[in-house]
């Protein structure tokens, strides 16, 4: 689904760069992309994270994977295809953010490593950081916060990740936030932010 089809297409490169922007925004532009099984919390974690940022002056918005379905991705379901397509996708949108200058962030289950590291090979060298946001199943059972393992583990829901489909945990992720191990919403935010701080990605507001 990758190919491209259309013919007679050109790259139009513009005037304004992307350093440009950083210079403007003053911060650089990075694709935070967390992933982890339904319930772990990436989608907490990401807006906690995108609050902080904005309240640091940062240029930041949220992708979160149930939002990205009601739109872009609404021909999709939860094949392995269409999975691997969901991911595709929201990669080109994720780098067009950060070619616009800014800390994007991507909540998605993505459980394939094949497709992140394809999104990683998008952007280029650092701009692709992959927060690990784990969780076991049991916690993620309990937590079951949209009532779908219920339904998976009744039959309702097919393809499941992490009950009748797999989810292959990142090997080598720049950040992992166990939310099993810590609770706190807000302490886990903060090693996200702490993370970009420390790598040069964003200063320090205090």
């Known amino acids: 689904m990758s190919d491209i089809k259309s013919?007679?297409?050109?790259?139009?490169?513009?005037?304004?760069?992307?350093?440009?922007?950083?210079?403007q925004n003053g911060h650089k532009a990075v694709c935070i992309w967390y992933t982890g099984l339904s319930g772990s919390g990436k989608s907490t974690i990401a807006r906690e994270v995108e609050k902080k940022l904005f309240e640091m002056g940062v240029k930041t918005y949220v992708l979160d994977g149930d939002n990205i379905r009601h739109g872009l991705n609404k021909n999709l379901g939860f094949s392995p295809e269409d999975r691997t397509e969901?991911?595709?996708?929201?990669?080109?949108?994720?780098?067009?953010?950060?070619?616009?200058?800014?800390?994007v962030m991507t909540a998605f289950i993505s459980p394939y490593k094949a497709d992140r590291n394809q999104v990683r090979e998008l952007m280029e060298d650092g701009e692709f950081v992959e927060v690990y946001v784990e969780a076991d199943l049991e916690t993620c059972e309990e937590r079951d916060p949209k009532g779908l393992y219920k339904k998976a583990r009744s039959g309702e829901i097919k393809e499941f990740t992490g009950i009748s489909a797999p989810y292959e945990a990142p090997e080598n992720p720049e950040l992992v936030v166990n939310t099993?191990?810590?609770?706190?919403v807000e302490k886990n935010a903060q090693k996200v932010i702490d993370y970009l701080i420390s790598k040069g990605y964003i200063k320090n507001s205090n």
């Open 7 to 23: 013919t007679n297409i050109y790259w139009h490169e513009g005037e304004i760069t992307k350093a440009d922007r950083e210079r």
């Open 86 to 103: 969901n991911i595709r996708r929201i990669g080109e949108v994720a780098k067009l953010f950060v070619d616009a200058g800014m800390v």
């Open 180 to 184: 099993t191990e810590e609770t706190d």
